[in-house]
């Protein structure tokens, strides 16, 4: 790839995780889960362990394009109660880093800031969301999300029910 189309590579991935992070904040987990591939995978280490690995560590989420769609059909039903009423999240990201993976995917990385608002109270989630994309069409699909939260426990925040 030229130099000149690297600043358009990085706005194309930018808008693509702008998108992705007003998806989230807006709740429209429908539309958000369509960003994902057929066989994707979407990861979130346990904050003791930020590099486990799904397949010999326990982690929080190791969801397959089948549990994520379960995912958001639950936590958007009326039986997650932990989201009913839903929190209130605003999604800052930033230091976005993209790099050519080969087969036309990308290796994306961004950290990310999440504030929720739920019950009277404010709580920060920080961390970073490291990606596969892969160009489809026009536009691009997730094909990994693996999301490492910075904090060394949920004893404060109590619990991940909302998508970081």
Do not use: C
Not at 1 to 26: G, I, K, Q, S, Y
Not at 98 to 113: K, R, Y
Not at 128 to 141: C, F, V
């Amino acid at each position: 790839m030229t130099a000149d189309a690297r600043p358009a590579l990085r706005e194309l991935v930018e808008t693509f995780l702008f998108r992705e992070a007003a998806l989230l904040d807006d709740w429209d987990l429908d539309a958000w889960v369509d960003l994902f591939t057929e066989d994707a995978r979407y990861v979130v280490p346990t904050t003791d362990l930020p590099e486990g690995d799904p397949s010999q560590d326990l982690v929080f989420i190791d969801d397959d394009i089948i549990r994520l769609r379960a995912r958001t059909v639950r936590l958007t039903g009326v039986g997650a109660h932990r989201e009913n009423p839903r929190s209130r999240t605003r999604r800052f990201v930033s230091n976005v880093r993209v790099e050519e993976a080969g087969n036309g995917e990308l290796s994306v990385s961004a950290n990310v800031l999440v504030y929720r608002f739920r019950g009277g109270e404010a709580a920060p989630y920080v961390g970073a969301i490291d990606y596969i994309l892969r160009p489809e069409g026009e536009d691009l699909k997730i094909a990994h999300r693996r999301a490492v939260l910075d904090l060394e426990s949920l004893s404060w925040h109590g619990a991940v029910s909302i998508i970081f």
